[in-house]
């Protein structure tokens, strides 16, 4: 190996490393906060996301909204999920998607052509992870309650079993309806960010 393609093989390790750096800040940062249905990697969802608010207008249900100037120019305006609060409909259309004009938020490819398949679509997003608490959740404590019986979109996501719900990690996507449709306070349906967490708090941004 010569002088010159030593220093390049260099470069090319450090840019590297300084590249997965950046990736491991930004997923670090994004425990603290859900993104809307298929929004690419924070790293890649922060360099292609304009901030120009117009998913947030094609959110008929007011689920999304813009990250607070206090988390930090790099994040400020970039919309996040407000699944604390209020559900996503995992609209059939889906509105934000198609409102994202830079491509942050980009539905994967289905494999199949329209003549060959019209119904063909990618799996739903996955948004975040949502978990019953049996201390907060009626069933679970004597008294009958029922309220996110139908609340659910995703077929087999959320079971009853001797009338207590329970959710299958494996086929919620997180959308946080049951959580809205709960009528306990504090709310039995715990949502937390996908991204690894390193604490108990409950993934969101008040």
Known sequence: MDRREFFRRG??????????????????RARHWIRPPYALDELAFLLACTRCGACIEACASGVIFGLAP?????????????????????????????????????????????EADAAASPALPRLAQAAIDPGTCLPY????????????????????????????????????????????????VGIRSLQPALDDHAAGVA
């Open 11 to 28: 470069l090319r390790q450090a840019s590297q490393a300084a590249v997965k750096g950046a990736e491991g800040y930004a997923a670090r």
């Open 70 to 114: 206090r988390l930090g120019a790099q994040v400020a305006g970039t919309p996040a999920l407000d699944l604390l609060n209020t559900g996503c409909r995992l609209c059939p259309d889906w509105p934000c998607v198609t409102a994202c004009e830079p491509g942050a938020l980009r539905r994967p490819e289905s494999g199949v052509t329209e």
């Open 141 to 188: 404590r004597g008294p009958e309650c029922g309220a996110c019986r139908s609340s659910c979109p995703v077929p087999g996501a959320l079971v009853w079993h001797l009338d207590r719900p329970t959710i299958d990690p494996q086929r919620c996507v997180g959308c946080a309806l049951c959580r809205q449709a709960c009528i306990v306070e504090p709310k039995a």
